[in-house]
């Protein structure tokens, strides 16, 4: 065991999401061998540390952390080895985290990564949909209106989608997702590597009724398959789209409005758009 101090800079560390036989023998040695350990709940990172045989200070570091707090942790790093934690998983992973980064980065400290679980990539392995391409998108807002608009401005990508979601919030989740995406594959995954791990799976009108009248505990991951390959407009179905735009907007307002709508390439709504049009 090598419990030597480590060179100066900030080291961010992964701790497991809940199985404690995740964590990496590298991240404890990096939480023995530091200085000071910044975390979002020290009474939750003292239970890590404990395990991990630290002995190490601590500070706390969170969405309320000042800049000048941040600043002074910076002007730490200097000539200290100060690892980063949160209270479970990946820093930087929906937290601030990224801030001490970019600014430790800004002052010419170095910044090392000690890898290790994360729910996000956890959860999409669990899920069976795609993951050759994907987009985490943390939690969604918590009003209605805003919540809707955050899963409009999501619906066009053709990617799986990550959210993270708590028990109490997430019948209302899965119901805006079903609305906004329309009928998708989808997978609802809690309490991962817990000894209640729960992986259901199904359409998104089949989640939200399921947990419509039933908010489950622990710490949620919804998974979003991407939408279904649609079969591209036929000439007449573009034409009549066309002609319908056409009486109220200019061809290239028209042929920017139909191609959204039914997927087709602009340039060839805008060239039929202008076919109509004379």
């Known amino acids: 065991m090598n419990d030597e101090r480590l060179p100066p800079g900030l080291y961010v560390v992964a701790t497991p999401i809940g199985n404690l036989g995740d964590f990496t023998p590298r991240a404890a040695e990096t939480l023995r061998r530091a200085e000071l350990v910044l975390a979002e709940d020290k ?3 003292a239970k890590l540390l404990a395990h991990a045989g630290a002995k190490t200070r601590m500070a706390t570091y969170h969405d309320h952390t000042s800049e000048a707090e941040r600043d002074a942790i910076v002007a730490r790093l200097g000539g200290e080895a100060i690892a980063l934690v949160s209270d479970a998983g990946t820093p930087l992973i929906s937290d601030p985290g990224y801030k001490l980064v970019r600014a430790a980065r800004e002052a010419g400290h170095a910044v090392h990564t000690v890898p290790g679980p994360s729910a996000v990539i956890a959860a999409l392995t669990l899920a069976g949909l795609p993951t050759d391409r994907f987009l ?6 918590p009003k209605a209106k ?3 608009d955050a899963v409009e401005e999501l619906s ?8 993270y979601e708590s ?3 997430l019948a209302d989740s899965l119901e805006a997702l079903r609305d906004g995406l ?3 594959d989808a997978v609802v995954v809690r309490e991962i590597s817990k000894l209640h791990e729960e992986c259901v799976t199904g359409t998104l009108s089949e989640l939200a ?7 489950p505990k622990g710490e949620i991951v919804i998974v979003v398959g991407p939408p279904a390959e649609a079969e591209e407009a036929t000439d007449d179905e573009l034409d009549t789209a066309l002609d319908e735009a056409l009486k109220s907007l200019s061809p290239s307002r028209a042929a920017a409005e139909v191609a959204a709508r039914l997927s087709v390439p602009r340039k060839r709504a805008y060239a039929r758009a202008l076919e109509r049009s004379k």
């Open 209 to 215: 009724e399921r947990y419509s009248n039933n908010a």
């Open 182 to 184: 329309g009928e998708r």
């Open 167 to 169: 028990g109490p919030r």
């Open 136 to 141: 985490f998108a943390g939690f969604l807002p």
């Open 156 to 163: 066009g990508l053709r990617a799986t989608l990550v959210f």
């Open 43 to 45: 009474r939750v990172s």
């Open 146 to 148: 805003a919540r809707a």
